[in-house]
């Protein structure tokens, strides 16, 4: 049942705020995901500050993470072997509020008004609650919070209780490690959850507090990687704390004190982590990055109302969808503003979902939007990844590959994927890191990059790919053995999307002029990429997904929704014997390399692959939608791309507590950038061939795009370019070549006609996720 969009008066519809209006029990864990506060280093959930009414509480640093040894029940030469875990922090955001001897809490007390918001515009979480206390007192309790752009590792909290009469409050503001508490493991049989560790994580390494100051830090006993956290207490009322107690697990400073009627009461909470390796005590260095709450409010309000002046994207007349784009765009720069060089996990640090893992999406999905909107922020994201180089030499000689291996998943540059089939088999990452690395070169006209690291990530990832592959007997160019991003089939022979995009890798390294790259091996990229496999039908007339896709036995299509995702429900020997997807990666093929394609590929593999894509990967939707633009299914796309938005908002996945599904976000970007725009990169000069919905007024966005900034506005009939900063730019409008400057270019645009779709006889369409519409604006 969609969360949201099915009770608009709980969730008003605010095209700035998420808004909830009136508390009740149950998603509160999806909620505090959707509440969720960061800045791409630094992450908080949106629980509410009593214990007794959070469900799964908690903060995350980007990249501090635990590992382990990985016992597997029959191991195997190169199987990973340390395991990583992104950690939850000692979380700060705890308060126990007692009023004339009553302990505040949703589920106890009576609540006379409730409100609480996340603002888009500012990044300022606000929860306002009226309580009625038995005493007879009304209470009103405001608890505000942000976290540092300037002081990335800061976090502000402000709790305010003020009274209609005279009363006697007992506020206590705790910090709790949960990490080391015994909690119930809600991993299950779910690959998406986290674990939990089995014993003591954090070991303490100074525990010092007094006068509402605390000084602590802690080391994870196995990774070594050290935390340190500073907090400082301030009141209005000026009072001293009635006690200050510190311990490994739970720091608390206690007020004790009357409060009137005409002067309320508010505590701040300064808070400031800083992470380390090998370094002695890193409390005193969380002490320097204190701020004060109201510096912190400050930070994150400068950030963000620069954030929206070049990044926002406006929907003219679709209020509804309005507030949710801005909910997607507001979680992409949670994820990735001050990450610095460091990946991007899959949950951004809103959760710890995939274990705070950095995966291929991070460049395929994610990368995008930073090239177009922070390309300082995507060069750092690709510096991480060339800082693992090292390791991933190691590791593609242990694959016995030249060049290099990235790992499928992982934090420490390690592979942490215990599964094999659906792990290492993954090669295409390489590729995904050399498309994310030429089209941030292409977006940026970053030369310094490409000389330097951009040419190092293309070379040795087209190594790995000429030594993984061979040319086979019948003079072709085979990659054999490797899973392709749908992960319902698994170590196939000559995956479409692996062959294609490890060809467009191939390509990119040939044409670089750089010292390390002979004719010899300029050769050999350049015959194995023109030589390339690609699988194809020809009774079907369709692009097949590998060698023997074609020849598995359809889906029983009647199986009943319960039973979807199959990957809960089905052992993996079953799903990859059938014909069905998680996601259409030969379809995404034709996205990434759109001029290798014609219009008549892309149309049968969209008709024949949709059909069969359960859609149990989240990063399945906003491809379908950009593809069924470009075919020319308009409905297909806006159905695609309305389930893409509301993927977490409405938890139409059943997962969402785990933490806001970035790599989507990042999808939706897209969606509205490259499906309805039309934008298209990496040619000669910018390509737009747009697809706006019929019912859509307008559609507005800026690009950074090599040293300028593009406007780019569309209504039914037109295009509209201009340049709000930078040299005059050449960009191309369905086959048309025009060149903007200051004063805008209108173009007009005539209807596309819809084809007719090809009807494959491919069974009953999939019985998988619901696809979610928005109310009519």
């Known amino acids: 049942m969609a969360l949201i969009t099915s009770d608009r008066a709980r969730f008003p519809n605010d095209p700035w705020k998420l808004v909830e209006t009136v508390h009740l029990p149950g998603n509160a864990g999806t909620l505090e995901t959707l509440f969720s506060l960061g800045n791409g280093h630094l992450g908080i959930r949106g629980a509410h500050w009593a214990a007794a009414d959070a469900d799964l509480p908690g903060s995350f640093i980007n990249g501090f993470h635990e590992t382990w040894d990985i016992k ?26 007692i009023i004339d001897g009553e302990t505040l809490s949703l589920g106890e007390s009576t609540v006379l008004d409730y409100r609480r918001s996340v603002d888009f515009a500012t990044g300022i979480y606000e929860c306002r609650i009226t309580w009625q206390c038995r005493s007879g007192a009304a209470v009103t309790t405001t608890e505000r919070r942000a976290v540092g752009y300037q002081s990335r590792g800061a976090l502000g909290i402000s709790l305010e209780v003020a009274a209609d009469r005279d009363i006697s409050a007992d506020v206590t503001s705790s910090v709790i490690n949960r990490q080391d508490q015994p909690v119930d493991d809600h991993s299950e049989h ?43 207490h301030w009141t209005s009322a000026g009072v001293q704390p009635f006690e200050t107690l510190v311990d490994q697990d739970d720091s608390s400073v206690r007020y004790v004190l009357a409060v009137g009627p005409a002067v309320p009461f508010v505590l701040e909470k300064s808070v400031s982590y800083a992470v380390g390796q090998n370094v002695e005590d890193l409390a005193d260095a969380a002490e320097a990055g204190l701020r004060p709450v109201g510096e912190v409010f400050a930070e994150s309000t400068a950030h963000y109302r620069d954030y929206w002046t070049t990044s926002d994207i406006v929907l003219a007349g679709q209020t509804e969808l309005q507030q949710a784009v801005r909910w997607n765009l507001f979680q992409l720069a949670q994820a990735t503003a001050c990450a610095d060089v460091a990946g991007i996990p899959a949950k951004g640090v809103s959760g710890s979902g995939y274990d705070g893992h950095y995966f291929w999406d991070q460049e395929v999905y994610l990368l995008p939007y930073l090239s177009y909107t922070n390309p300082a922020n995507a060069r750092q994201v ?35 994927s215990a599964y094999y089939a659906a792990g290492t088999a993954q090669f295409h990452i390489a590729a995904a890191i050399a498309f994310a690395t030429n089209r941030y070169i292409w977006a940026s006209g970053d030369r310094e990059f490409q000389a330097t690291m951009g040419s190092q990530l293309l070379i040795e990832t087209a190594r790995m790919w000429v030594s993984l592959g061979f040319f086979g007997k019948d003079g072709l160019f085979h990659i054999h053995g490797v899973t392709g991003p749908d992960e ?48 194809y039908d020809e009774d079907l007339q369709v692009y097949s997904q590998d060698n023997d ?12 929704r319960s039973k979807y995702p ?56 906003c491809v379908q939608g950009i593809m069924a633009a470009e075919v020319g ?98 960009v191309d409008v369905r086959g048309e070549l025009f060149t903007i400057g200051s004063g805008p270019v209108r173009v007009p645009l005539a209807p596309v006609a819809a ?20 109310r009519a604006s």
């Open 488 to 535: 319902y089939t698994a170590v196939v022979n000559d995956n479409l999307y692996t062959n294609v995009m490890a060809r467009f890798n191939l390509r990119a390294a040939a044409a670089l002029e750089h010292a390390e790259i002979d004719d010899a091996e300029r050769e050999l990229w350049e015959q194995a990429a023109n030589r390339m496999q690609l699988p």
């Open 566 to 621: 199959l990957l809960l429900h089905f052992h993996p020997l079953v799903i990859y014997r059938h014909q069905v997807l998680k996601q259409a990666d030969t379809v995404l093929a034709m996205f990434l390399q759109w001029q290798d394609f014609s219009a008549e590929d892309k149309r049968r593999a969209f008709d024949f692959y949709d059909p069969i894509t359960t859609g149990d990967s989240t990063l399945s939707a």
């Open 755 to 774: 084809p007719e779709p090809t009807i494959f006889p491919s069974g009953l369409p999939t019985a998988s996720i619901p696809v979610v519409r928005a």
């Open 190 to 232: 779910d690959p998406r959850r986290a674990g939990r560790h089995a014993g003591r994580v954090l070991l303490p390494v100074r525990l010092d507090g007094g006068d509402g100051s605390l000084r602590l830090s802690w080391e994870a006993a196995e990774s070594r990687q050290r935390l340190g956290m500073a907090v400082d």
């Open 382 to 416: 690709l510096e991480f990844r060339h800082e693992m180089l090292p390791e991933a030499k190691i590791r593609a000689k242990e694959l016995s590959v030249d060049g290099a291996l990235f790992p499928w998943r992982t934090i420490n540059g390690l592979e942490a």
């Open 633 to 730: 299914y308009g409905k297909a796309a806006l159905e695609h791309f309305t389930h893409a938005l509301f993927i977490d908002l409405d938890d139409t996945h059943g997962n969402t507590i785990d933490g806001v599904h970035i790599a989507s976000t990042g999808g939706v970007w897209s969606s509205l950038v490259s499906g309805f725009a039309g934008l298209r990169d990496q040619g000669a000069v910018p390509y737009f061939d747009p697809r706006l919905p019929t019912d859509w007024d307008g559609l507005e966005f800026h690009l950074k795009i090599q040293g300028r900034l593009l406007h780019v506005e569309l209504d039914q009939a037109s295009i509209r370019l201009c340049l709000r900063e930078g040299a005059p730019l050449q």
């Open 549 to 560: 896709f074609m020849t598995l036995e359809p889906w029983d299509w009647t199986t009943p």
């Open 72 to 97: 597997h029940a029959e191991n195997a030469y190169g199987f990973a072997r340390t395991g990583q875990r992104i950690l939850y922090i000692p979380d700060a955001n705890n308060f126990t509020v």
